[in-house]
């Protein structure tokens, strides 16, 4: 497999929460994915969609030109009962572009969210 694209993005979480608190319902709806927006006892947590966002810019940036995912064609699921965390690319039309595996880190510091995606190409059929 080789590489498809490689993203990062940096988030600081006031800007955030300013955002949620001028628009508190359509900022969530807008960038979440309809399996994120589910837990809806975070909707209106600063850090939970600002690592949302950070992680789905990021990805676009792995992604692109090769696929141009919406925000809710990613789904983002954090480190939970041991599992490392994930990202999920769901495209709305079967793309048939080489996508393989999609690796995603995420660390936080204090007002900030840092987010990178590895994009891998699918093994090549012979």
């Not at 628009?23 to 690592?51: N, T």
């Not at 950070?54 to 696929?67: D, I, N, S």
């Not at 999609?102 to 936080?108: G, L, M, Y």
Request: hydrophobic fraction near 40%; include cysteine.
């Amino acid at each position: 497999m080789a590489i498809l694209g490689i993203g990062v993005d940096v988030v600081h979480v006031p800007r955030i929460a300013a955002l949620l608190k001028r628009y508190p319902c359509r900022l969530a709806s807008r960038i979440l994915s309809p399996h994120e927006a589910s837990e809806s006892h975070l909707l209106a947590d600063p850090q939970f969609i600002a690592v949302r966002w950070a992680v789905k810019e990021a990805a676009y940036k792995a992604l692109y030109p090769h696929h141009q995912p919406t925000w809710k064609d990613l789904t983002y699921h954090g480190l939970k009962n041991g599992r490392k965390p994930a990202l999920i690319y769901s495209p709305p039309h079967p793309e048939g572009k080489n996508l393989g595996d999609i690796h995603v880190s995420v660390s936080h510091d204090g007002e900030y969210v840092f987010a990178s995606v590895l994009v891998q190409t699918a093994h090549e059929r012979q």
